[in-house]
């Protein structure tokens, strides 16, 4: 009932700029919560950022200084600007969107993923 449409992803040198975008959409009522997470080949799916309907913030210590989560509540879209990228970036990059449906359920929802590889 929530449908996320990833973009952004790429092919981008060390210390080049990517910036990635989620929109949600579906039967939504209201979003707690937008974030992204990553998955490098043969590791666990970690954190990056997130961010919540009033503005705050949390950032992977590996990411802070480097990369800035937004979002337009307005559009449901949460955006990821990579900065100064490294090639330990490189991973599948996955969106979750946390709320509650017009039914009144909570809902928890990721997207398909979208791939960033830093490499000269």
């Known amino acids: 009932q929530v449908q996320l449409v990833e973009s952004g992803g790429g092919l981008v040198q060390p210390g080049g700029s990517l910036r990635l975008s989620c929109a949600a959409s579906?039967?939504?009522?209201?979003?707690?919560?937008m974030g992204w997470y990553r998955q490098a080949p043969g590791k666990q799916r970690e954190l990056v950022a997130t961010i919540t309907s009033g503005g705050s913030t949390n950032y992977a210590d590996s990411v802070k200084g480097r990369f800035t989560i937004s979002r337009d509540n307005a559009k449901n879209t949460v955006y990821l600007q990579m900065n100064s990228l490294k090639p330990e970036d490189t991973a599948v990059y996955y969106c979750?969107?946390?709320?509650?449906?017009?039914?009144?359920?909570?809902?928890?929802?990721w997207g398909q993923g979208t791939q960033v590889t830093v490499s000269s």
């Open positions: 579906g039967s939504i009522f209201r979003i707690y919560a």
């Open positions: 979750n969107t946390r709320g509650m449906l017009l039914n009144t359920r909570n809902f928890d929802s």
